[in-house]
Nanobody, 115 residues
């Protein structure tokens, strides 16, 4: 089992920055990928950014060049640095860790970008 605890998020004006954190505990040695997803009101949850255990990354086109996923192995933490935020980035953001058997999710954190 893996437990994920998110922090960060909040309210920011358009053009501002936020950093989300996701601290993992438990059987993290089995994790092969981690990432961030978001869900806006009335919409399906969508992938924002992912990082494979190899370090390779993948981003949704709308956040490329603005968001950066990174990890600190010593702290078992994955981050999402969000710059140049836009009102359309407003959503609940969820971190995700994946092993060969299942997905693990953080509790979600609200990000609101005002225009």
């Amino acid at each position: 089992q893996v437990q994920l605890v998110q922090s960060g998020g909040g309210l920011v004006q358009a053009g501002g920055s936020l950093r989300l954190s996701c601290a993992a505990s438990g059987s993290i040695f089995s994790i092969n990928a981690m990432g961030w997803y978001r869900q806006a009101p009335g919409k399906q949850r969508e992938l924002v950014a992912t990082m494979h255990s190899s370090g390779s990354t993948n981003y949704q086109d709308s956040v490329k060049g603005r968001f950066t996923i990174s990890r600190d192995n010593a702290k078992n933490t994955v981050y999402l640095q969000m710059n140049s935020l836009k009102p359309e980035d407003t959503a609940v953001y969820y971190c995700n860790f994946r092993d060969s058997l299942k997905d693990y999710w953080g509790q979600g954190t609200q990000v609101t970008v005002s225009s």
